[in-house]
């Protein structure tokens, strides 16, 4: 069965096959667009344009459809998205700063962290 990721803001879908489908802006207002890979740990992403992401860059991200910035509301340098699995909608909350490896997944009180970068924070506390 595919993946679907819904925006968390107008519930609409936003993956095709394997790719989420996101606009980006950096710190000087740029804009592009961001292909996500929908497997959890896959940080195989694609550009539109090279110079618009670099390496530690914090990016807002947004959703396609309705414009809406997707950061998360509990901590600000994580943006988040849903994931359906199984019928269940997840939480999945990433890391904005380009080039970091860190996601969880939030379902109830249990989370899966994928990512080298996410180890750090194993503590639910940390969510709540
Ligand atoms: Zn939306």
Redesign the pocket.
């Known amino acids: 069965m595919k993946d679907r990721y819904l925006?968390p803001?107008?519930?609409?879908i936003?993956n095709i096959d394997e790719d989420i489908i996101l606009t980006g802006k950096n710190n000087k207002g740029e804009k592009g667009l961001i292909l996500l890979h929908t497997e959890l740990g896959n940080y195989s992403s694609k550009i539109s344009d090279d110079c618009f992401c670099k390496e530690g860059e914090m990016i807002e991200l947004f959703?396609p459809?309705?414009?809406?910035s997707l950061n998360y509301e509990f901590k600000i340098s994580y943006a988040n998205l849903i994931k359906v699995e199984a019928g269940k909608q997840k939480n999945i909350i990433f890391s904005r700063k380009y080039g970091e490896k860190r996601t969880f997944k939030v379902e109830g009180k249990k989370i899966t962290t994928y990512g080298e970068h996410a180890l750090k924070y194993t503590d639910p506390e940390w969510f709540l």
């Open positions: 925006c803001n107008c519930k609409k936003i959703c459809l309705c414009t809406e």
